[in-house]
């Protein structure tokens, strides 16, 4: 019975190896949770390195907490690792790399893998998707001083237009928000979409800032 429920497990463990190539027993487990929520911890640590043990998992670079993480492909191959969520991704540069290796510490032999690490592509994107804040707003205006401050407060960087003082700002702002009051906000997103807010709207500016910094 234990044989047969293991078996199970060891199943499920392969199984989810092979769609995320790489994790950790932590990502394992909490996977597998979703359809077994008897699993344990110790039976993922288990199972994991018995798949090592047998050659059907190998050793991936760690996480960056420093867990053990595993990697579905077991042949010979080089990581990409993203310093920011951990991501890693399998690349092959050895056949360029190891030449050059071996030239600067020569008389040693490379056998490791290598890793290289930086930013992955969806951690940079996501500190660039806000591209620009305007602030429409005039010299009198108390809301207007409000936004600006939160913005300031936040370090997040604006164009401020007087509308008061420039009639041809006062003039674009009518034509994008369909009227006159100040302060009006537009967030420009890098995938081409402005959102508009008007007033100060503190709710809607933490959620589309957080929006740009995450997502
Ligand atoms: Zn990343
Ligand atoms: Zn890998």
Redesign the pocket.
């Known amino acids: 019975m234990a044989l047969v429920r293991n078996t199970k497990y060891t199943e499920a463990v392969i199984s989810y190896m092979d769609l995320v190539r790489h994790a950790t027993n932590t990502d394992i487990e909490k996977y597998l949770r979703r359809a077994y929520p008897t699993i344990t911890a110790t039976t993922v640590h288990r199972i994991t390195a018995r798949l090592v043990e047998q050659g059907r998992l190998r050793m991936a670079p760690a996480y960056l907490d420093g867990s053990m993480r595993f990697d579905a492909n077991t042949s010979d191959h080089d990581h990409f690792m993203?310093n920011?969520?951990?991501?890693l991704r399998d690349v092959s540069i050895r056949d360029e790399v190891i030449p050059l290796l071996k030239k600067g510490i020569e008389g040693c032999s490379v056998n490791g893998s290598l890793v290289i690490s930086g930013?992955?592509k969806?951690?940079n994107d996501e500190r660039t998707s806000i591209m620009n804040i305007t602030v429409y707003s005039t010299q009198t205006c108390p809301y207007c001083q409000m936004v600006k401050k939160w913005f300031d407060d936040r370090d997040i960087k604006y164009t401020e237009h007087l509308v008061d003082k420039n009639p041809v700002a006062a003039q674009y702002m009518v034509t994008l928000s369909g009227q006159r009051g100040v302060p009006f906000t537009t967030i420009e997103m890098e995938d081409g979409i402005v959102e508009k807010v008007l007033g100060f709207d503190q709710p809607t500016l933490e959620r589309l800032t957080q929006q740009g910094a995450k997502s």
């Open positions: 993203c920011t969520c951990g991501d930013t992955c969806k951690c």
